[in-house]
């Protein structure tokens, strides 16, 4: 069973997203970058099918050549091929032309099953997985949280997260790509011995260009802005104006406030509460 | 992947319009609305809502596009909320989870008619509808849209959370149409809706199916009750300020009222309140729920490396000095044990008894 | 006539005694040759360095701990300070260290008098007359004391039966031939005395008191068979002690400690207590999953142990109700010893971490040490977990989710939460500390660790710490968010890879500010950069708080507390501060300094101290096995002072106490200080 596996490095979710409004860009000076989680599932996953059926996993990114050490992980984790095709643009590209460029690339290795992360954490556009099935003319499935391929290793039983707990339950046959969700499988730690072998591995690159693609993106970057002020909910109006305006200019990242504090008798203050979580949309 | 093997034709019948659709150019803005057993999901009434902005700035036909096995009884609710015209068709072929079949109509519905935008509400059907159709069409699509805008070269303009919601990025569609966004849930407002206003109800039949793929097994029921902490959208806590076993009940009435999950503090799981496996924190689960209401809890950093990155947090405290408040985006001084019920109460007036949820 | 005893009296062929006494040597010298052949199923390692100083420590320690036993002598613990209880006052091994002492002695007197009556036989005839009584009745009497010493130790054992020891048929099979060996002894004197001294020269007789009894006993019989049974007893008694040490020697009875435990001492590690050793990263296999991954003197180690039980009692987690029992762990490992070295086949029968330690053992050590503290033998217990859990993590990947995540995070964030790098000096913002590379030049770091840096409570340690700091005029900066995790707890775990990345970046980082002295509230950071970094070429002046603030109060730098306190406070020991490092006066000499201080001791504080359950990466794993939580143990005995306030000096301890204490709902009751904060509130400012 090959496997060809989407890979993608995000920058560490843990650093702070300050907007660089001059630049339109965000300060990244700081950042470090980490394997996509969803991707991390998405290898696990091929690695374990690896395990049963046999075969091999082939990693593939588009992105910096920093993202060879992503690349690296994923070989510690028991991919047996990694391809890198360096771009530097590849941020400012939609998810159809990263998709576009993948597929080519994937459409030169054998592939019985192809596996992508459901979305990634930075732009979370959750659709390159759906696009690159799309372009190889591939059934596809995403948002997978438990994936069985049949014994024959023609067919594959897979299970789709819905929302609030919900699952669907759907077969397809193979080849096919599969999007895997968090709740998938919980990615190894690799071992020493892995670590080490993968250190040693080369890592191939492939040439954007030698693909002969010819689309580009279908959609453009315009701006990079802080979030939006988050409607804060001041019951008591208690706040002082100085925090108030922290507060709106502050936007998402404003520090919480503890003075936002209801008081009174229960059915009162049980109003107040109910209307916060209507305004909020947590009532069904 | 095989295109044009489906024949429409106008249902006649109770609907208002008669006749083949109109090649109208790239003109209108279409929906694509979805529906939960018997109920347009509230997403996509959203996505209605700020669509007929939309199509008064380009003073445009505003098409609700409804696809469903069973839906018929749901037709008419688009237009108290905009739509102009509803493309109806029904077939159980088209059950919710059948993308491939979804994905072969409304590829085919769009070449036929050429709108210039198509929205859908950012769901789980769309996920995987939108990003292949888009692939399919060659055109461009954002997805989980905040906000969506019409620039004066009328390319459409989206703006979404990008980096966890922690700056936002607005990108332009190219010009080839339709031009396509995802709305993500909860970021527009939903008119009251104008039961006087009516659209035409297009109703479309399904000839022949298209080839489907992926084919669909079986839905399992999504309980809040026993889905994992680490899935659960929302999330009540407990902690030692519950004080005893009995007044769980309370909490779990709270719970169920809002479709959410009980989890815990370390005290309430060494008291047997909460099972070891809810335990939020550092030794416990890390969760990042939509909802996170702490009751009793006094946030200690243990706990909070396990939810500061939930969205919005409530505390329910007797302890103005709690840590937990600092974390609040609401805060109640208060007892758990009236605070609690009260809310319960409270929460029964506002809201119709709750439904029978599935998709 | 002069007292004095004729060798080989009665005896004929005596001379025949050494023909057999070198026998039973060459089968001692067969059966060690065996053992050793079992150890050298492990790795090599130099436990020969420093040869003076080995030796010199031996002789101090045969002197001190054998000669004496200063283990059980240790009674005088503890006199001066106060504590709660008159019994905790009793050295809490005196009984068994007692016995033992006894068996020690009387045997070691009977050997050494067949060894002068060697000597004095052949070689230089001093043992006559008045030398000769005082001999006797010195010889006579310790074997007296031996027998006493075994009947001690059989009323312990089988009637008493503490739980920290197992019975073994081996156990009475020894206690039973000293015993005979003795007795028979006594039986053959007694002969002697009844046909030779009572007849001739009464007055010598009582000399030999024990020998005196047996031979009143006989003195009824006749000559001929006093000198029958004489002759034959003597064969018997030479048979049976020969046949005893013949039998223990080929059946490895426990008594070989005798041996080995003196060589274990020799061989013991002169490295600080708080270094582990050093992983080959670019071995093949890393820590140890067989018994093959030891080195030959950790397995030394297994046979020099006692079965005594004293790490057993020791042990935090064993007391909580753990699997984790410190005397099974190494008795397993030498069952696995024994095993594998018998087997033929390449793989072991039984694996020894998951089918013979036990996984969750493995895990549940806390690295205290008291095991090692407590141990006579000096074995080393911690570097074999430690060893364990590095197979478990880099070879095996068999570990606990949380662990996963805590590594992760080190490797990502460079601390053990999802917490940004670039958040770490937050909690100094606007106290005006100095940040390294920024605006200062100081050679002195202040090391705040992850703890400090972003739980809310610790950081109000690192709080008043720079406050006094400053306040005392000491030049130091902090790192800020140049700061990483230190790697203590990562090393702990077993994660030697992960930890040597840790280390080389933060010595790169450290030799580029030219940092000389770092500072640091954490004992467990302490010992890393004291004992662990050197290795690796970071060499640093380091202090803990509670050093530098008695220092800095002794030479007048700080304020001496003003504010009378007037309330109970005990302190809480850290393991990493008091076992590993013997810094348990340094906080005490602060706590003096606060007026009106009313200090209680726990009963098991200063090297003796209770683990508050926190170390060694079990901070960040969930409880697991059962029984209770170490840090609710060590409330037990917190709450048995009754104390107004807990001091500690660790901010592991502060972590697990302050939260025990609120989730038992006294945090009213008791207040939980580091040392620092409890030096600040004393200023009166
Ligand atoms: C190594 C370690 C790991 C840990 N891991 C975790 C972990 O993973 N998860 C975790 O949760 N904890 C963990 N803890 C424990 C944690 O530090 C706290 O002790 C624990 O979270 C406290 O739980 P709590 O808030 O329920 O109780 P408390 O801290 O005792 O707080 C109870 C709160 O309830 C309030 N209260 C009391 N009565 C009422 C009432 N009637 N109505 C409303 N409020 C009331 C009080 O004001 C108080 O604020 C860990 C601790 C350690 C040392
Ligand atoms: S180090 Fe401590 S916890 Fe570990 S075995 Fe020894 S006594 Fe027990
Ligand atoms: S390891 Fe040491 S303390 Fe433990 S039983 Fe053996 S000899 Fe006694």
């Known amino acids: 069973m090959n496997i060809v596996v989407c890979v993608k490095e995000v920058p560490n979710p843990t650093f702070p997203v300050e907007v660089d409004i001059q630049k339109n860009a965000v300060k990244s000076e700081e950042w470090n970058y980490v394997i996509n989680p969803y991707d991390e599932v998405a290898l696990e996953e091929a690695v374990r099918i690896k395990e049963k059926f046999g075969g091999q996993v082939t990693v593939i990114t588009l992105g910096a050549e920093r993202a060879g050490a992503i690349l690296r992980k994923c070989l510690c984790i028991g991919a047996d091929r990694a391809i890198l095709i360096p771009s530097d643009s590849a941020f400012a590209w939609d998810g159809f032309a990263i998709a576009n460029v993948l597929s080519k690339a994937i459409s030169r290795l054998p592939h019985d099953i192809v596996l992508c992360g459901y979305q990634s954490i930075d732009r979370g556009g959750a659709e390159v997985g759906s696009i690159i099935a799309e372009l190889l003319g591939l059934p596809v499935v995403t948002a997978v949280v438990k994936l069985d391929i049949a014994p024959d290793g023609k067919s594959a039983t897979v299970c789709r997260r819905l929302e609030r707990g919900a699952r669907a339950v759907k077969r397809s046959p193979l080849p096919a790509l599969f999007t895997a969700d968090l709740m998938l499988n919980e990615p190894r730690y690799p071992t020493l011995p892995c670590i080490k072998w993968a250190l040693k591995q080369e890592i191939e690159k492939l040439d954007v260009k030698s693909l002969g693609v010819e689309a580009g993106p279908l959609t453009e970057f315009v701006t990079i802005s802080r979030p939006p002020p988050k409607k804060v909910f001041i019951p008591t109006g208690a706040l002082s104006p100085a925090e108030r305006i922290k507060l709106l200019t502050g936007g998402g990242a404003a520090k919480k406030s503890s003075s936002n504090i209801v008081e009174g008798a229960p059915h009162e203050v049980a109003k107040k509460v109910v209307d916060f979580l209507a305004e909020k949309r947590f009532l069904l | 992947m095989t295109l044009g093997n489906f024949a429409f034709r106008v249902a006649k019948g109770l609907f208002t319009m008669e006749g083949d659709i109109k090649m109208t150019g790239a003109k209108g803005i279409w929906v694509f609305i979805e529906s939960e057993r018997d109920e347009i999901r509230k997403v996509s009434l959203e996505t209605l809502c700020e669509a007929r902005k939309l199509a008064n700035g380009l003073n445009e036909e505003l098409c609700a596009l409804l696809l469903g096995d069973k839906v018929e009884s749901l037709a008419e609710l688009p237009p108290h909320y905009g739509a102009d015209r509803v493309f109806l068709m029904q077939h159980e072929s088209l059950s919710y989870h059948n993308v491939d079949a979804h994905l072969n109509v409304v590829a085919n519905l769009v070449k036929e008619n050429s709108p210039r935008i198509l929205l859908f509400g950012s769901t789980p059907l769309a996920k995987e509808l939108a990003p292949r159709l888009a692939a399919q069409l060659r055109v461009g699509l954002v997805t989980d849209a905040a906000d969506v805008k019409i620039d004066a070269s009328g390319k459409l303009v989206v703006r979404k959370p990008v980096y966890g919601g922690k700056a936002h990025a607005t990108f332009a569609c190219a010009p080839a149409t339709p031009q396509m966004a995802s709305v993500a849930p909860g970021f527009m407002d939903v008119k009251p809706p104008d039961a006087s206003r009516k659209g035409e109800v297009v109703k479309l039949a399904l000839v022949a199916g298209g080839k489907t793929n992926v084919e669909f097994i079986e839905f399992i029921k999504g309980d809040p009750r026993t889905v994992a902490i680490t899935e659960a959208e929302m999330i009540v806590a407990v902690g030692r300020g519950l004080e005893k076993k009995e007044n769980l009940s309370l909490i779990e009435e709270l719970a169920d009222k809002l479709g959410a999950s009980i989890g815990g503090s370390r005290v309430a799981v060494d008291n047997g309140w909460v099972p070891a496996e809810r335990q939020v924190g550092m030794t416990g689960k890390t969760v990042a729920p939509r909802l996170y209401i702490a009751c009793g809890i006094s946030g200690q950093y243990p706990h909070t490396v396990g939810m500061e990155r939930s969205g919005t947090v409530m505390v329910i405290n007797t302890d103005r000095n709690a840590p937990m408040f600092k974390l609040a985006d609401i805060g109640v001084l208060g007892d758990v044990s009236q605070v609690v019920p009260a809310i319960s109460k409270r929460l029964s007036e506002v809201i119709a008894p709750p439904k029978e949820k599935a998709q | 006539m002069v007292p004095g005893r004729e060798v080989y009296w009665n005896i004929q062929y005596g001379q025949f005694l050494y023909v057999l006494a070198a026998i039973v040597i060459g089968i001692m010298v067969f059966a060690f040759y065996r053992r050793v052949r079992l150890w050298r199923l492990g790795r090599p390692e130099n436990r020969v360095d420093h040869l003076g100083k080995r030796l010199r420590s031996f002789l101090v320690a045969a002197v001190v701990d054998g000669l004496f036993h200063r283990k059980f002598l240790e009674m005088f613990r503890g006199v001066g300070h106060r504590q709660t209880t008159s019994d905790d006052l009793k050295p809490r091994d005196f009984y068994p260290g007692f016995a033992h002492f006894l068996i020690f002695a009387g045997l070691g007197m009977l050997l050494l008098a067949t060894f002068l009556d060697f000597i004095s036989h052949y070689f230089f005839h ?88 047996l031979a ?438 502060m972590t697990m106490l302050d939260n025990e204490v609120r989730e038992k709902g006294l945090e009213t009751a008791i207040q939980v200080l580091d040392i620092a904060e409890l030096y600040r509130n004393s200023l009166g400012e």
């Open chain 3, 216 to 653: 009143r006993a006989f003195s009824g019989l006749n000559m001929e068979t006093l000198l029958g049974w004489h002759r034959g007893m003597w064969w018997v008694h030479l048979s049976i002690s020969l046949g005893v040490v013949a039998y223990v020697a080929l059946s490895w009875n426990r008594l070989w400690h005798i041996i080995v435990s003196p060589m274990n001492y020799f061989f013991r590690s002169l490295a600080p207590r708080g270094a582990l050793s050093i992983v080959d990263l670019d071995g093949e296999r890393f820590g140890a999953g067989r018994i093959q991954d030891f080195t030959w003197k950790q397995l030394l180690d297994l046979d020099a142990c006692t079965r005594c039980g004293r790490c057993q009692e020791a042990c935090p987690a064993y007391a909580a109700g753990k699997p984790l029992n410190p005397k099974k762990v190494i008795l397993d490992l030498k069952d696995q010893m024994v095993e594998e070295g018998k087997s033929k086949t390449p793989t072991p029968v039984r694996d020894m971490i998951t089918e013979r330690v036990g996984e969750e053992e493995v895990w549940d050590c806390t690295t205290c040490r008291a095991c090692q503290e407590a141990c006579p033998v000096a074995i080393e217990h911690v570097q074999k977990i430690v060893d364990m859990r590095r197979d478990l993590v880099l070879m095996r990947v068999k570990f606990s989710t949380e662990l996963k995540g805590f590594y992760k995070n080190i490797e990502e964030n460079g601390n053990p939460w999802a917490k940004s790098p670039v958040s770490r000096g937050n909690w100094a913002e606007g106290l005006g500390i100095k940040k390294l590379g920024q605006d200062t030049a100081t050679d002195t770091l202040y090391w705040v660790g992850c703890l400090a840096a972003y739980d809310e409570r610790i950081s109000r340690i690192a709080i008043a710490v720079s406050k006094l700091m400053k306040s005392a005029g000491v030049d130091f900066a902090i790192m800020g968010k140049e700061e990483r995790c230190c790697g203590d707890a990562v090393r702990r775990s077993g994660n030697e890879y992960l930890f040597r990345k840790l280390v080389d970046r933060n010595i790169e980082v450290l030799k580029k500010n030219n940092i000389k002295r770092i500072i640091t509230h954490c004992p467990h950071g302490y010992n890393a950069f004291k004992n662990e970094y050197p290795k690796f070429g970071g060499d640093f002046e380091v202090l803990h708080h509670t050093q530098l603030i008695a220092d800095l109060l002794s030479k007048g730098a700080l304020k001496a507390p003003q504010k009378e306190l007037d309330k109970r406070v005990t302190f809480h020991d850290p393991c990493y501060l008091a076992r590993y490092h013997d810094i348990y006066d340094a906080p005490r000499q602060v706590m003096a300094s606060i007026p009106k201080l009313d200090l209680v001791e726990k009963f098991q504080c200063k090297e003796k101290t209770f683990c508050c359950g926190g170390g060694g990466a079990r901070m960040w794993m969930a409880e697991s096995g059962g029984g209770r939580r170490i840090s609710e143990v060590l409330l037990d005995q917190v709450k048995a002072v009754k104390p107004d306030v807990l001091v500690t000096a660790c901010p592991y301890c």
């Open chain 3, 126 to 213: 001093f043992l006559t007359g008045g030398v000769y009584l005082a001999f006797s009745v010195v010889v006579d009497s310790f074997g007296i004391l031996a027998i006493i010493g075994v009947v001690l130790v059989i009323i312990r054992r089988y009637g008493q039966r503490p739980t920290r020891l197992d019975n073994r048929p081996e156990d009475l099979v020894a206690l039973v031939l000293i015993l005979v060996a003795v007795l028979t002894g006594y039986v053959v004197e007694g002969f002697r005395i009844a046909a030779t001294e009572l007849v001739r020269t009464p007055d010598w007789a009582p000399w030999s008191p024990g020998g005196y009894v």
